[in-house]
């Protein structure tokens, strides 16, 4: 049997060619079982472990030691890029970051040719990139394209990369990437993450300073979105959009903000 037989979906493995071990990291439950679902397709592959966010990935690299992981760009905690940083690049599996919609990422991605696959998962591209990470795993040498976007990443960590937020007795911190959107309320900013919400006492022209303008877009003088959770903008009068996130919420941009919202949405 070839190699580009043992490649092929359906095709039965022989018995001294070991399986690619994969892991696959995601905090979104769908989207592990869409991965996993398609992963199962190839007798080449055999999935190992899931994490579901930067610490349990972390932890599952060191202890399964995975050929090939599948990296949720931006998830609680510690995001995948954090989990490139805490692993090294050297320790790090062959890497196939996935991501929903992020100007930032898919651009610094196809700067550094790195694999990586958009939300909702295409076939095509799923197949395109596994098989590119099958020659990686066969060369067995450090990806460069990756060491150069590690070192490109460091040189924006002067961004604001979690949030303290006290409650009472309690500390929390909470990563800037997992923040849908930032609202101000009078003396404070809210933090809207999914489900849940974390005040604190700021103003968002201050927070503004601290945020990737790559990654957040200030809309309103009282709101600033992360631009990769905007999924549909709808055109109001005078200048105002509608602005639906992926969490289903539905927010106004103000008349005043228009140029910069245009410019970073491509309308």
Known sequence: MTVADMDRPGTTATLTTPRITVLIVDDEPPARRGLRALLEEQADIEVIGEARNGTEAIAAIQALRPAVVFLDVQMPESDGFDVVRAIGVERMPVVVFATAFDQYALQAFEAHALDYLLKPYDRARFDAALDRARQQVRRKTVDDRLLAFVDRLEGRQHFLARITVRTGTRTQLVAVASVDYFEAEAN??????????YLIRDTLTNLAEQLDPALFLRVHRSLIIQISRIVEAES???????????????????RTFRTAVQAALGL
């Open 188 to 197: 404070y900013v809210r933090l809207r993450v999914g489900d849940h919400s």
């Open 236 to 254: 109001l009068f005078a200048g105002e959009y509608v602005l639906t996130l992926s969490t289903g919420r539905r927010l106004t941009s103000g």
